[in-house]
């Protein structure tokens, strides 16, 4: 998770709009801001801003509803967890099953293996055996997904046929 690599220790932490005042405040102006943003298909990305003499109270009223993550050495780090699934992935986001029947979204088709995010183990053999030959097929050579309501559905398809082995950290 994003918050874990920028460390939430500051007692900065916190909404933009639910700020109080004296945090504010006490953050040192910023010389860059860093919009960190996470999306539902696990792609993480970051936005660099070079600030100017805008104030800060300016500039933290243009992102509010973004999370303060960090105000150190010059750099404030603002992050926002969109309730979508990124720009690349609707690009050119493919669902299918990794080597080992791991259902997995990766950039591009998945025989190309650039895995964008894992989910869980299938039970291939009882895939097989509930759905047609031509949707396990179809799962094989890459389903593509273009928005959130694809996401979620092929995930809701696939879900029953998960097994109850856990996946490795960080998955």
Not at 16 to 26: M, N, P
Not at 85 to 108: E, Q
Not at 113 to 135: G, N
Request: charged residues 25%; glycine residues 10%.
């Amino acid at each position: 998770m994003l918050q874990d690599v920028y460390g939430t220790g500051s007692p900065l932490a916190g909404r933009i709009g639910g700020t109080d005042g004296q945090a504010v405040e006490a953050m040192a102006k910023p010389d860059e801001l860093v919009l960190a943003r996470t999306y539902l298909c696990g792609v993480k990305d970051e936005e660099h801003i070079r600030l100017t003499n805008e104030p800060l109270e300016q500039v933290l009223s243009k992102y509010k509803g973004w999370e303060i993550i960090s105000s150190e050495q010059g750099k404030l780090i603002l992050l926002k967890r969109e309730n979508d699934i990124a720009p690349a992935c609707k690009a050119n986001g493919y669902f299918g099953l990794s080597a080992d029947g791991v259902l997995t979204l990766f950039n591009g088709v998945p025989g190309e293996q650039k895995v964008i995010q894992t989910f869980y183990q299938i039970d291939t053999a009882k895939m097989e055996a509930a759905l047609p030959k031509e949707e396990v097929e179809l799962l094989k050579k890459g389903i593509r997904v273009r928005d959130l309501s694809e996401y979620n559905s092929v995930l809701s398809t696939f879900s029953e046929f998960q097994t109850d082995e856990t996946m490795p950290e960080g998955h």
